[in-house]
């Protein structure tokens, strides 16, 4: 089964940017989707960006403009660049793949800290 790992989390300072990688262990070609999800503390677990295989990505009305995801599928990697953070924005960052029927894969996921 094809694993996923991220990466890019740590602190940033309120409206900077970060970038978040998600690695595969092979390829991701035959996802379906590929999409990140984020949850805060407190929370339940929210979508944030996906990409579909056909090219289409959809946002969060929260990060419309700000967040901008894509996948590398020569590299097996899917990206989540975020620009103008906002503290809002703080979360646990997982990385998901889906290919129907079988069971979403997950990542274990990256921190990301916005300081006012």
């Known amino acids: 089964q094809v694993q996923l790992a991220e990466s890019g989390g740590g602190l940033v300072q309120a409206g900077g940017s970060m970038r978040l990688s998600c690695a595969a262990s092979?390829?991701?070609?035959?996802?379906?989707?590929m999409a990140w999800y984020r949850q805060a503390p407190g929370k339940q677990r929210e979508l944030v960006g996906a990409?579909?295989?056909?090219?289409?990505?959809n946002y969060a009305d929260s990060v419309k403009g700000r967040f901008t995801i894509s996948r590398d599928n020569a590299k097996n990697t899917v990206y989540l660049q975020m620009n103008s953070l906002k503290p809002e924005d703080t979360a646990v960052y997982y990385c998901?793949?889906?290919?129907?029927?079988?069971?979403?894969?997950w990542g274990q996921g990256t921190l990301v800290t916005v300081s006012s």
């Open positions: 998901n793949a889906f290919k129907p029927p079988y069971p979403q894969i």
């Open positions: 990409s579909v295989s056909d090219g289409r990505t």
């Open positions: 092979g390829t991701i070609s035959s996802f379906i989707v």
